[in-house]
């Protein structure tokens, strides 16, 4: 009965072994740090020292954002400041851009000739980087960020006004261009110049 | 169930009932066996034999046989010897039965081995078994376990880049099937098609492959096939021996090492064995693939006791790697991504360096196993236990301070304990019973700052099973096997509201297999087995969630669909969704001619699997990054058939060929659409020229072998599409899988080898792609981005102790 005796013990063991082993852990809440669901545009008048401010949104964390539509005065120059937020971390991813401003860039697109300068539809795509576009901002290396830029209105007219922020560790250069490196941002706002 | 266990019953009773004679009451036991030269595999005669401690002598007669009989024990020493030839001590017990002896010439640097019968592996003898070892394995020990084990046909690699091989087997790979490690089910986060199985290939001795679905013996998953890695033996009573491998590369300036150490004793045993890998930046004939260096580094340790009928065998490794992933695989939103299929050359590419930075890998494995066997006068009860201890962490590429934070970063602890009896003969039925029980545990590590893709999970298995063989006449043997298993599962996560959800679930299935093999004359024999296989949905099909590299995959329980509309907001269990388990039923036959001259063998084979799960695009998300491909899990039905030939042709003396080919049909069979990465059929044809040189054996190989495309892929729609109309729906008039790019060109492929064996040394010097082929492989996760490395030369050097 020798081998009788091992299974027994064997299947007693086991299913000892089975119960006891029950744990619950549950992972701990990550704050998801890299997400921006809070994009801020203040067009400031350069002569007047009007503030426009117009935001994106996505309150839910799931992507889809709400765009407040950009309204701005014909004939006028503006200082555009973009802001990029983590808003359920209460946290600004700007100030994270400014410090590693080195492997960021901003390009903006725009429906064409709805700026009186810069002129064209904005710098965005392979060959493009040298299109039109006034950066006020640059970094360490004398490239421009686009954290902040320099805007002159025309005629009333509307369209599209579109963000692109790229990550471009080690290849941010005089000639990198929005298709190098990572995309963190890509938004789309209703553009409106008016009287 | 109940009949299963009846049976176990019967059997157990029947044993102890019936109960064989034991040959030590009369002194009637008996040892035959055979001995032969190493090299020339031809019997030597008049070899003298002696049982250590006795005056019992023996010779072996024209045929190389020797036989012992009236002896009062069945353990004994033997001590062979014959003039010319190294003299070799082996302890044989009964469980090894016609033990073949392989004398070596005195002037060679073999040793003398000892080939036993295999006593416990080939149950299944209606099996499809494929082998690599001795010279054949150690020329690719070096490489990855998936490019190892690629030299057999139907074997294929699933990569990404040249640092994460999976093997394919028959198409199928990942979950599908199983690596038993030293007898251990490798428990890994495999459920990933870029985390590779963490097992050096040059620390084993040997590799197994198991073409048919073998679960019966090995468990779920072994829907594919299972791969069983041997590692060196530890014999008893054997010298100090071993080896020191040397090998360096030209292609990623890499360098490559491994020892073995053993000795046996009369009742004990030891082995120690270590590998490492230093690799930088590979290149293509035309760029440098910039980040995909590799560290390597292993270590294992080995202790075996041998008492009279117990057999104890305990045996730790430990591995750790660290691999880069190329920097220019890596890209943010559809845009991103069909900027980077247009680049001629990854972005970020940059000239060699060994540096790894992310994207990366750091994975290690520890392992600890306890083996006891008893053998009783005729049946043997072995008991496993084992532990191993799975970590991995996967940096992305990341802004700020969470550049050195790993996005990934698991944990996954499992415990096994395997028992098997090999049951006396009963009515001319050989077999084995057996139970497993399995528990895991798996936790995120705190800290990664990212929504965890996977949640914490706790797995529970039992399983039972029977297999039996049977002669039914001399030429044909039966084989039958059942299997039962049972698994509770239990997951644990946190919503997109970081809300905590548990989610419980069942699976249980019954797995079975049925075969013969029959000799049909003296030169040929056939192989036929149907076998069924299972596996529950994995962690990554069912829970996962979020961003991985290009894609949002969200698994069945993280998504809803409703009339196009994907909501990720949710988590359901199997009330809400019902998520079947794999099932899969493959027929495999296999027919081998052999003469003096050639050997032939043929493997056609057809699995059905039902419920088949798989990751397909089936949209875009709008996201502050753009657009992403968004996948999801889908489930059907597969059918995956095809054939596997090799051919081996004696030439004149030395010249010897080989041409191998394999050929996959793989379909949806419930929406009548391809599947995804299935490998492309492939014919190699090598050649071998081998001579001896006085005490140098010169030896030479040259393969060229042609991988065709796929010219089962899914259509195109270039990613360019979803750029230009952002609201493009690829499924608006049909409903078919797509790809993002056309599959590869075929593409053909020379290597070449020359080895110069002298005493203990080898050294040997080999091409890969020596035309420097400029290609892509279909089945490289990254051949969207980038071409294959180019040119390789290795240089190995081997002294054997």
Same mark, same amino acid.
């Given at each position: 009965?020798?081998?009788?005796?091992?299974?027994?013990?064997?299947?007693?063991?086991?299913?000892?072994?089975?119960?006891?082993?029950?744990?619950?852990?549950?992972?701990?809440?990550?704050?998801?740090?890299?997400?921006?669901?809070?994009?801020?545009?203040?067009?400031?008048?350069?002569?007047?020292?009007?503030?426009?401010?117009?935001?994106?949104?996505?309150?839910?964390?799931?992507?889809?954002?709400?765009?407040?539509?950009?309204?701005? *005065?014909?004939?006028?120059?503006?200082?555009?400041?973009?802001?990029?937020?983590?808003?359920?971390?209460?946290?600004?991813?700007?100030?994270?851009?400014?410090?590693?401003?080195?492997?960021?860039?901003?390009?903006?697109?725009?429906?064409?000739?709805?700026?009186?300068?810069?002129?064209?539809?904005?710098?965005?795509?392979?060959?493009?980087?040298?299109?039109?576009?006034?950066?006020?901002?640059?970094?360490?290396?004398?490239?421009?960020?686009?954290?902040?830029?320099?805007?002159?209105?025309?005629?009333?007219?509307?369209?599209?006004?579109?963000?692109?922020?790229?990550?471009?560790?080690?290849?941010?250069?005089?000639?990198?261009?929005?298709?190098?490196?990572?995309?963190?941002?890509?938004?789309?706002?209703?553009?409106?110049?008016?009287? | 169930?109940?009949?299963?266990?009846?049976?176990?019953?019967?059997?157990?009773?029947?044993?102890?009932?019936?109960?064989?004679?034991?040959?030590?009451?009369?002194?009637?036991?008996?040892?035959?066996?055979?001995?032969?030269?190493?090299?020339?595999?031809?019997?030597?005669?008049?070899?003298?034999?002696?049982?250590?401690?006795?005056?019992?002598?023996?010779?072996?007669?024209?045929?190389?046989?020797?036989?012992?009989?009236?002896?009062?024990?069945?353990?004994?020493?033997?001590?062979?010897?014959?003039?010319?030839?190294?003299?070799?001590?082996?302890?044989?017990?009964?469980?090894?039965?016609?033990?073949?002896?392989?004398?070596?010439?005195?002037?060679?640097?073999?040793?003398?081995?000892?080939?036993?019968?295999?006593?416990?592996?080939?149950?299944?003898?209606?099996?499809?078994?494929?082998?690599?070892?001795?010279?054949?394995?150690?020329?690719?020990?070096?490489?990855?376990?998936?490019?190892?084990?690629?030299?057999?046909? @139907?074997?294929?690699?699933?990569?990404?880049?040249?640092?994460?091989?999976?093997?394919?087997?028959?198409?199928?790979?990942?979950?599908?099937?199983?690596?038993?490690?030293?007898?251990?089910?490798?428990?890994?986060?495999?459920?990933?098609?870029?985390?590779?199985?963490?097992?050096?290939?040059?620390?084993?001795?040997?590799?197994?492959?198991?073409?048919?679905?073998?679960?019966?013996?090995?468990?779920?998953?072994?829907?594919?096939?299972?791969? =069983?890695?041997?590692?060196?033996?530890?014999?008893?009573?054997?010298?100090?021996?071993?080896?020191?491998?040397?090998?360096?590369?030209?292609?990623?300036?890499?360098?490559?090492?491994?020892? =073995?150490?053993?000795?046996?004793?009369?009742?004990?045993?030891?082995?120690?064995?270590?590998?490492?890998?230093?690799?930088?930046?590979?290149?293509?004939?035309?760029?440098?693939?910039?980040?995909?260096?590799?560290?390597?580094?292993?270590?294992?340790?080995?202790?075996?006791?041998?008492?009279?009928?117990?057999?104890?065998?305990?045996?730790?490794?430990?591995?750790?790697?660290?691999?880069?992933?190329?920097?220019?695989?890596?890209?943010?939103?559809?845009?991103?991504?069909?900027?980077?299929?247009?680049?001629?050359?990854?972005?970020?590419?940059?000239?060699?360096?060994?540096?790894?930075?992310?994207?990366?890998?750091?994975?290690?494995?520890?392992?600890?196993?306890?083996?006891?066997?008893?053998?009783?006068?005729?049946?043997?009860?072995?008991?496993?236990?084992?532990?191993?201890?799975?970590?991995?962490?996967?940096?992305?590429?990341?802004?700020?301070?969470? $550049?050195?934070?790993?996005?990934?970063?698991?944990?996954?602890?499992?415990?096994?304990?395997?028992?098997?009896?090999?049951?006396?003969?009963?009515?001319?039925?050989?077999?084995?019973?057996?139970?497993?029980?399995?528990?895991?545990?798996?936790?995120?590590?705190?800290?990664?700052?990212?929504?965890?893709?996977?949640?914490?999970?706790?797995?529970?298995?039992?399983?039972?099973?029977?297999?039996?063989?049977?002669?039914?006449?001399?030429?044909?043997?039966?084989?039958? @096997?059942?299997?039962?298993?049972?698994?509770?599962?239990?997951?644990?996560?946190?919503?997109?509201?970081?809300?905590?959800?548990?989610?419980?679930?069942?699976?249980?299935?019954?797995?079975?297999?049925?075969?013969?093999?029959?000799?049909?004359?003296?030169?040929?024999?056939?192989?036929?087995?149907?076998?069924?296989?299972?596996?529950?949905?994995?962690?990554?099909?069912?829970?996962?969630?979020?961003?991985?590299?290009?894609?949002?995959?969200?698994?069945?329980?993280?998504?809803?669909?409703?009339?196009?509309?994907?909501?990720?907001?949710?988590?359901?269990?199997?009330?809400?969704?019902?998520?079947?388990?794999?099932?899969?039923?493959?027929?495999?036959?296999?027919?081998?001619?052999?003469?003096?001259?050639?050997?032939?063998?043929?493997?056609?084979?057809?699995?059905?699997?039902?419920?088949?799960?798989?990751? $397909?695009?089936?949209?875009?998300?709008?996201?502050?990054?753009?657009?992403?491909?968004?996948?999801?899990?889908?489930?059907?039905?597969?059918?995956?058939?095809?054939?596997?030939?090799?051919?081996?042709?004696?030439?004149?003396?030395?010249?010897?060929?080989?041409?191998?080919?394999?050929?996959?049909?793989?379909?949806?069979?419930?929406?009548?659409?391809?599947?995804?990465?299935?490998?492309?059929? *492939?014919?190699?044809?090598?050649?071998?020229?081998? *001579?001896?040189?006085?005490?140098?054996?010169?030896?030479?190989?040259?393969?060229?072998?042609?991988?065709?495309?796929?010219?089962?892929?899914?259509?195109?729609?270039?990613?360019?599409?979803?750029?230009?109309?952002?609201?493009?729906?690829?499924?608006?008039?049909?409903?078919?899988?797509?790809?993002?790019?056309?599959?590869?060109?075929?593409?053909?492929?020379?290597?070449?080898?020359?080895?110069?064996?002298?005493?203990?040394?080898?050294?040997?010097?080999?091409?890969?792609?020596?035309?420097?082929?400029?290609?892509?492989?279909?089945?490289?996760?990254?051949?969207?981005?980038?071409?294959?490395?180019?040119?390789?030369?290795?240089?190995?050097?081997?002294?054997?102790?």
């Amino acid at each position: 009965m020798k081998n009788m005796k091992y299974l027994n013990v064997l299947l007693l063991a086991l299913l000892v072994g089975f119960a006891s082993c029950d744990d619950d852990d549950v992972p701990a809440a990550e704050n998801e740090e890299e997400v921006i669901d809070n994009i801020v545009l203040t067009f400031t008048d350069d002569d007047t020292g009007d503030e426009f401010v117009f935001e994106a949104n996505d309150p839910s964390g799931s992507g889809s954002f709400t765009y407040d539509d950009i309204e701005i *005065k014909a004939n006028a120059t503006y200082t555009l400041s973009v802001e990029f937020n983590n808003a359920a971390e209460g946290e600004s991813i700007t100030e994270e851009i400014e410090e590693e401003a080195d492997e960021h860039m901003i390009f903006f697109e725009f429906t064409n000739n709805i700026f009186a300068n810069p002129q064209g539809n904005g710098n965005i795509g392979a060959g493009s980087r040298d299109d039109a576009l006034n950066y006020l901002d640059q970094d360490g290396n004398g490239q421009p960020t686009g954290l902040s830029t320099s805007w002159q209105t025309g005629d009333a007219v509307a369209g599209v006004f579109r963000i692109v922020l790229k990550h471009q560790p080690d290849n941010k250069s005089a000639t990198s261009t929005s298709t190098d490196g990572e995309t963190d941002v890509d938004v789309e706002f209703p553009i409106a110049i008016i009287r | 169930m109940k009949h299963l266990f009846s049976t176990l019953l019967f059997l157990i009773v029947s044993t102890l009932v019936m109960g064989q004679q034991d040959c030590r009451v009369n002194c009637s036991c008996s040892i035959k066996g055979k001995i032969v030269d190493a090299q020339t595999g031809k019997a030597i005669e008049f070899a003298s034999l002696q049982i250590k401690g006795t005056s019992k002598g023996s010779t072996t007669d024209s045929d190389g046989l020797f036989e012992f009989n009236d002896l009062c024990e069945t353990e004994v020493d033997l001590l062979i010897s014959h003039i010319g030839y190294k003299q070799l001590t082996h302890h044989h017990d009964a469980f090894h039965n016609d033990p073949v002896v392989q004398l070596a010439p005195d002037n060679l640097i073999l040793e003398s081995i000892v080939v036993e019968d295999k006593a416990e592996k080939d149950l299944s003898k209606s099996s499809s078994i494929s082998t690599i070892e001795g010279r054949e394995f150690e020329e690719i020990k070096s490489e990855s376990l998936g490019d190892a084990l690629s030299s057999i046909s @139907g074997v294929s690699t699933l990569t990404t880049g040249s640092n994460v091989v999976k093997p394919i087997i028959h198409g199928l790979h990942s979950n599908r099937i199983l690596i038993i490690n030293n007898g251990i089910r490798h428990e890994s986060q495999d459920w990933g098609q870029e985390h590779a199985p963490e097992i050096d290939a040059s620390m084993a001795e040997g590799i197994e492959l198991i073409k048919g679905a073998a679960a019966v013996k090995y468990g779920p998953n072994a829907i594919g096939g299972v791969i =069983l890695i041997n590692p060196p033996k530890m014999e008893l009573s054997s010298h100090f021996h071993g080896d020191i491998n040397l090998q360096a590369e030209s292609n990623g300036r890499a360098l490559d090492g491994s020892f =073995l150490f053993q000795k046996g004793f009369e009742n004990f045993a030891w082995m120690v064995q270590g590998a490492g890998r230093y690799q930088g930046d590979l290149n293509t004939p035309d760029y440098q693939l910039t980040n995909t260096g590799l560290r390597e580094s292993s270590l294992g340790v080995g202790l075996r006791f041998h008492k009279r009928q117990w057999d104890f065998e305990t045996h730790f490794s430990h591995f750790e790697q660290k691999l880069g992933i190329l920097r220019g695989s890596i890209t943010g939103n559809i845009e991103d991504l069909a900027d980077a299929i247009n680049d001629e050359i990854p972005d970020f590419t940059e000239d060699f360096s060994y540096e790894i930075k992310a994207p990366n890998q750091e994975v290690s494995h520890d392992v600890l196993k306890l083996k006891a066997s008893h053998n009783f006068t005729n049946s043997r009860l072995d008991l496993t236990y084992a532990i191993q201890y799975n970590t991995r962490k996967e940096f992305d590429v990341r802004r700020g301070s969470n $550049a050195d934070v790993p996005s990934i970063n698991l944990e996954l602890m499992t415990h096994t304990v395997d028992a098997e009896w090999l049951h006396p003969t009963v009515n001319d039925w050989e077999g084995t019973l057996g139970i497993q029980w399995l528990y895991q545990d798996n936790n995120n590590v705190e800290g990664t700052n990212t929504i965890p893709f996977i949640p914490n999970y706790n797995n529970g298995r039992i399983g039972v099973y029977i297999a039996e063989t049977r002669s039914l006449s001399t030429n044909t043997t039966l084989d039958i @096997g059942l299997r039962y298993d049972f698994q509770n599962a239990s997951f644990r996560g946190r919503d997109s509201r970081n809300d905590i959800f548990i989610v419980d679930e069942n699976f249980q299935s019954v797995s079975g297999i049925i075969g013969i093999k029959k000799t049909l004359n003296s030169n040929s024999e056939m192989r036929m087995n149907l076998a069924t296989a299972w596996r529950p949905p994995n962690i990554a099909e069912l829970f996962s969630y979020g961003k991985h590299q290009y894609t949002n995959q969200y698994g069945f329980y993280r998504y809803t669909n409703e009339n196009g509309n994907i909501t990720t907001d949710v988590v359901l269990d199997s009330d809400d969704l019902s998520v079947g388990n794999e099932l899969g039923y493959k027929l495999i036959g296999t027919y081998s001619y052999a003469n003096s001259k050639i050997i032939l063998e043929v493997s056609p084979y057809l699995n059905v699997i039902k419920n088949y799960i798989y990751s $397909a695009p089936s949209g875009i998300i709008n996201t502050v990054r753009g657009t992403f491909p968004l996948f999801v899990f889908k489930q059907t039905d597969a059918l995956l058939s095809g054939l596997d030939a090799t051919l081996k042709i004696k030439h004149s003396e030395p010249i010897s060929s080989k041409i191998t080919g394999s050929y996959l049909y793989a379909r949806d069979i419930k929406n009548d659409d391809v599947l995804f990465n299935m490998p492309a059929n *492939k014919i190699s044809y090598q050649i071998n020229f081998t *001579k001896s040189l006085g005490n140098v054996e010169w030896d030479n190989k040259l393969e060229v072998s042609y991988n065709f495309e796929q010219y089962n892929a899914p259509r195109v729609i270039p990613a360019q599409t979803f750029v230009d109309d952002r609201n493009f729906n690829p499924f608006a008039t049909d409903d078919s899988n797509f790809d993002f790019t056309k599959a590869p060109e075929g593409y053909t492929l020379v290597n070449a080898s020359s080895t110069l064996s002298f005493k203990q040394w080898v050294v040997s010097l080999r091409g890969k792609n020596l035309f420097n082929t400029t290609y892509r492989q279909y089945t490289n996760l990254i051949r969207y981005f980038a071409d294959e490395p180019g040119i390789n030369f290795e240089l190995g050097v081997q002294l054997k102790l």
